[in-house]
């Protein structure tokens, strides 16, 4: 199975900082990578699609990236409406698999 | 709007047996493979089940495998999770999720206790 390293566990930050989340893929999966936001008692949420594709109605700060089997989550400036938990999840063969999650939180 | 609605939850004792129910509305059901992925209390997301637009091909994360049965019926516009032998580990707020998992329910409570 492929097994997914996501990093930070925990992220605390401040409302206008830049942060990054990263996820690693054990084997290669292309760009077949979703990152999710998920609040307390909430349904998660589609952020990014393909690696690098922002959802429909995400806000622009929200970006995604890749660099070999490293995927990168970045908020370029953070809100206070963004601290919650981060999934990434890879879709590239069965089983899929989700990272650990990061808990973003305020410093 | 789309919109998924789960149903079928509830406390069971381990070693017995659940169908979760996912009513689709907002969308032509029959398009689309869907997923069912869980959460345990205060733990991450666990990927569990997906079956294609067709029912033609479904898969199961190897903690459900033989034990958990995914299935849909297009004319009703409903997925299905069909859960055998139950244990705590189980445990978990169940969520259906559409395609891209672009959409997902507000999820239902499994609790497996004796």
């Known amino acids: 199975d492929i097994q997914m390293t996501q990093s930070p566990s925990s992220l605390p930050a401040s409302l206008g900082d830049r942060v990054t989340i990263t996820c690693r893929a054990s084997?290669?999966?292309?760009?077949?990578l979703r990152w999710f936001q998920q609040k307390p008692g909430k349904s998660p949420r589609l952020m990014i699609y393909?690696?690098?594709n922002l959802a429909a109605g995400v806000p622009s700060r929200f970006s995604g990236s890749r660099s070999g089997s490293d995927y990168s989550l970045t908020i370029s400036s953070l809100e206070s409406e963004d601290m919650a938990d981060y999934y990434c999840l890879q879709s590239k063969e069965s089983p899929f698999t989700f990272g650990a999650g990061t808990k973003l939180e305020l410093k | 709007e789309v919109q998924l609605v789960e149903s079928g939850g509830g406390l069971v004792k381990p070693g017995s047996s659940l169908k979760l129910s996912c009513v689709a509305s907002?969308?032509?059901?029959?398009?689309?493979?869907m997923h069912w992925i869980r959460q345990a209390p205060k733990k991450g997301l666990e990927w569990i089940a997906l079956?294609?637009?067709?029912?033609?091909?479904?898969y199961y994360a190897d903690s459900v495998k033989g034990r958990f049965t995914i299935s849909r019926d297009n004319s009703k516009n409903t997925l299905y999770l069909e859960m055998n032998s139950l244990r705590s580990e189980d445990t978990a707020m169940y969520y259906c999720a559409k395609d891209i998992l672009s959409y997902w329910g507000q999820g239902v409570m499994v609790t497996v206790s004796s």
């Open positions: 393909g690696a690098t």
């Open positions: 907002g969308f032509t059901f029959s398009s689309y493979g």
């Open positions: 084997q290669d999966i292309g760009n077949y």
């Open positions: 079956i294609y637009y067709d029912s033609s091909n479904k």
